[in-house]
């Protein structure tokens, strides 16, 4: 008998096409193990219920109107039941309320929609809430999340980490020049202003290292030191190549974890590694087990340590070459939004 070809999964994401945040890393691998993938552009949707111009898209964005809202939920369905995929990715920041989701269900009795949780669990909204029983799957980026999570309703929690986007980071971009004296530095920090941020960088600028920033003005705008923040902040953020360019020239990244993330890896945890840079990175008790000290980043645990150890990396230039090595090596094997995807439909009950 001939064997039949395996059909493969459809995955719908609410996400536009090509979006650089993690729908998008999602999108992008399962498109590349062979997923059938469709999107829909939630915002898009906001926008076309969305009155009184500019003025209304700006208020809604911070205060939901609930009939804007409602409107596009039942664009969501009618996308969804015109799709009909196997299974539906949503991210946190989606509106997608809990009676989109029973409707959802009812239309489509074999969808499987999964929550991609991505932010520390203070973020979570009463929509959000309300619907976690109605998910196949929380996938959350943070391991000791998963039994809050199912407290709170999920009936299946699941730990998937971050990863890394080689499509949207590769290591292998050209640098010119001019480039190299933009981005050259000790020192590099992508990333928006916290306060435990800023403290290191200025300790580590107090310390005599040429620190450079790039992020949005909040750096300048929300920092306590304006005049020194004008200095080192860069003027804009930076992504794609051009943040693999920037953290390639600097002799090595600093990635302070945001204080509410605690003890998880943020995303710039994986995306620095994935640029074959190395990183001083703050304490992250969650990941230090995969990825020891040497293993693509160095942890400090103090302001002290900050700044004896980014002393220690300046001074040892093949340490750091076999340090980013060594983190490029083991994120690509093992940590890439493709393993995420895989993981995620596995849980699922869908394979590629």
């Known amino acids: 008998m001939t064997p039949v070809a395996k059909t493969p999964p459809r995955v719908m994401l609410v996400a536009p096409r ?29 926008g076309r219920s969305v009155r ?13 109107v609930a009939p804007w809202e409602a409107r596009a939920n039942r664009e969501f369905i009618v996308a969804a039941r015109a799709e009909c995929p196997d299974a539906i990715l949503v991210a946190a920041s989606a509106r997608i309320d809990a009676g989109a989701l029973g409707q959802l269900r009812a239309a489509l009795p074999a969808v499987r929609p999964v929550l ?3 932010d520390p669990m203070i973020n979570l909204r009463q929509p959000t809430l309300a619907a976690l029983p109605l998910y196949d799957l929380v996938a959350t980026y943070s391991e000791r999340s998963v039994e809050s999570f199912k407290k709170l309703g999920a009936r299946n929690a699941q730990w998937v980490p971050f990863a890394a986007d080689p499509d949207l980071f590769p290591a292998d971009v050209s640098t010119t020049t001019e480039q190299e004296r933009r981005y050259a530095c000790d020192v590099i920090f992508v990333g928006n202003p916290r306060p435990e941020r800023e403290r290191a960088v200025l300790a580590l600028l107090e310390r005599g290292l040429d620190v450079k920033v790039w992020g949005t003005s909040d750096w300048v705008r929300s920092t306590t030191d304006r005049a020194r923040a004008r200095r080192y902040w860069q003027g804009s953020p930076v992504f794609g190549e051009d943040f693999v360019r920037a953290n390639r020239c600097a002799r090595f990244a600093l990635n302070v974890i945001d204080d509410t993330n605690y003890p998880a890896a943020n995303m710039r945890f994986f995306e620095t590694m994935a640029c074959r840079a190395p990183a001083l990175v703050s304490s992250c008790p969650e990941m230090e087990g995969e990825f020891p000290e040497g293993t693509g980043v160095a942890y400090f645990h103090s302001e002290a340590e900050l700044l004896s150890k980014a002393v220690a990396l300046l001074d040892d230039v093949e340490g750091r ?7 490029y090596e083991r994120v690509l094997a093992r940590h890439t939004y493709q393993h995420r995807a895989r993981q995620v439909l596995a849980e699922i009950g869908l394979e590629l």
């Open 18 to 46: 090509g979006e650089p945040g993690l729908l998008g890393s999602y999108g992008r691998a399962l498109e590349r193990l062979g997923a059938d993938v469709c999107y829909w552009d939630e915002q898009a949707a906001i």
């Open 116 to 118: 991609v949780w991505p």
């Open 321 to 327: 070459q076999r340090m980013a090595e060594k983190g």
């Open 52 to 64: 009184l111009g500019g003025l209304g898209r700006r208020f809604n964005a911070f205060v939901p």
